[in-house]
């Protein structure tokens, strides 16, 4: 049974850094980055279009000398959540594969937040309407009558947008287990999905931030997800790729929008064994990796979020620019790539249809 760090609401409920005093100015880093895309283009292909990830305007980064190296004629295009991307339309390629190379240098603001209640204005009808879009259901975000009875049943009558999230958050991490955990017996949903999560108890950021949308949604917490990744200090220089991570925001009247990372904190509730099967991956899911539980950080990624991260997009189910041929966009974590109007994951079975590495290095 899973047990979950003892952890009391008071009049402020989220810490700060661990270690580090909440007087202190938020920590900043600045990385130097290569993002580099691969795709392979299979015989007979008559288009391929492509939007390829790149780092976002963002109150938490300051990105400078971005540039793309392409063999093709490139734009710049925003989807319908305002992110923008580097699109790549070749008709009638003549190659086998081609690659997108960005490179940009980010420096990223720790996001540090001490959430009193006291503070926290309630969130209005009005506030509802104005932000529809983040209380209503994604494909793979689900809002059923199970999931506004676990809400219910948790967040009670509490009106208090802060205190509320924060029973949430205390839910999922005392009922699902991060899949890295224990990777021989569990496994995370390929889409990122609150069903999921929900059915198996497990899964990985997006299947545990679906799950908590679905349930934060369901008692009209307006939430969006972010879609990043790590620059994981372990792997500082070396070319590999990074994967991706994600993690919500929630709106909160009287503080704005306020990022939490119940994934992450779920890592540091510490129920665990580290063994030879979960070791690596277990470092590899923080930023600055793993060295045992930690009841700080459980309750400093409810509110804050470490300075060791870049933002690619937000938003779920996009329309991009120009329009897809397919469906809406599940996310935007990496890329998203159609031939001749299908959608092409990177992998099908053991063929790679396309690869994306992340290589940095800190700067300061």
Known sequence: MKRLLSIALGAVVALGAGPQEMGAPPRTATFQARQEFKVIVPDGARKVRAWFTMPQEDPAQDVKDFKVECPFPHTIQKDSEGNTSVYVEVADPKVKDFAVVETFTVTRKEIRNTLDPAKAKPITDEDRSKMSAFLGPNKNIVITDEIRKIAKDVVGDDQNPVTAARKLYD?????????????????????????????????????????????????????????????????????????????????????????????????????????????????????????????????YYFGSIDERRVTWSRGRDLTLSPKQDAGPVNALAKAYVEIDGATVGEKTGDKVNWSRKLTFTQQK
């Open 171 to 299: 839910w999922v991490l005392g009922n699902i287990d991060y899949w890295v955990k224990d990777p021989d017996h569990k496994k995370a949903s390929p889409v990122g999905s609150s069903e999921y999560c929900l059915s198996t108890k497990t899964g990985n950021c997006t299947d545990f931030h679906s799950l908590w949308t679905s349930l934060a949604r369901a008692q009209g917490i307006p939430t969006r997800m972010v879609y990043g990744s790590f620059f994981k200090a372990e792997l500082d220089g070396k070319d590999k790729d990074q994967s991706y991570h994600c993690w919500p925001e929630f709106y909160v009247p009287g503080y704005g929008w306020v990022p939490h990372d119940v994934a992450v904190a779920d890592i540091f509730v510490g129920d665990f064994e580290i063994t030879k099967a979960n070791d690596e991956k277990v470092r590899l899911t923080t930023g600055d990796g793993y060295k045992g539980a930690d009841k700080a950080k459980v309750d």
